[in-house]
T-cell receptor, first 116, second 111 residues
């Protein structure tokens, strides 16, 4: 079954304790992206990747890091989480066509993070 | 990318067609209309997209007006499981522009 898998689905942590949210897709998609969703603000892009070893900032990258060492995996790293990073996080992937994103994104089920 | 305007919420009776409108009066000639939905707090789900012709797939139909300033997503026989927030987004197709997510329309299907 084609899917994007995120882990953990729920996490409560404390300020400053490094954490990683993993994302894996089994569709051989080149494009992967991370979003956060907060009430009243819609989905906002954090980082995206067009292929292995190619990553770029989205709209709200501060406080986050990503890596793309393998095509299927795109982990989101919070080196020193703060309470304003409490949010619902989504990973997404899609094919590229002509070197560009088709806009047909497949999303994971989300990771709800609380930073105390 | 052009902005879209959608009603905040809508109701529809189960078994009836749900028609969700979207205004995008400043859409450019190379911008597509995309529709996604999000059920509760699950990951958004792609539904359909189109440029100028009407489109249909197994989930829905997309009707785009001739001037492309508005569109309607049609769920032909709504079920309770179609209760969700529906997002209408315009973007240049096959590009590296990201999708800009608004607040969407909360569609409630009533028994």
């Amino acid at each position: 079954e084609a899917q994007v898998t995120q882990n953990p689905r729920y996490l409560i942590t404390v300020t400053g304790k490094k954490l990683t949210v993993t994302c894996s897709q089994n569709m051989n998609h080149e494009y992967m992206s991370w979003y956060r969703q907060d009430p009243g603000l819609g989905l906002r892009q954090i980082y995206y990747s067009m292929n292995v070893e190619v990553t770029d900032k989205g709209d709200v990258p501060e406080g986050y890091k990503v890596s793309r060492k393998e095509k299927r995996n795109f982990p989101l790293i919070l080196e020193s989480p703060s309470p304003n990073q409490t949010s619902l996080y989504f990973c997404a992937s899609s094919l590229l066509s002509g070197g560009a994103n088709t806009g047909e994104l497949f999303f994971g089920e989300g990771s709800r993070l609380t930073v105390l | 990318d052009a902005k879209t305007t959608q009603p905040t919420s809508m109701d529809c009776a189960e078994g009836r067609a749900a028609n969700l409108p979207c205004n995008h009066s400043t859409i450019s000639g190379n911008e597509y209309v995309y529709w996604y939905r999000q059920i509760h707090s699950q990951g958004p789900q792609y539904i359909i997209h189109g440029l100028k012709n009407n489109e249909t797939n197994e989930m829905a139909s997309l009707i785009i007006t001739e001037d492309r300033k508005s569109s309607t997503l049609i769920l032909p026989h709504a079920t309770l499981r179609d209760t969700a927030v529906y997002y209408c987004i315009v973007r240049v197709g096959n590009s590296n522009y990201q999708l800009i997510w608004g607040a969407g329309t909360k569609l409630i299907i009533k028994p």
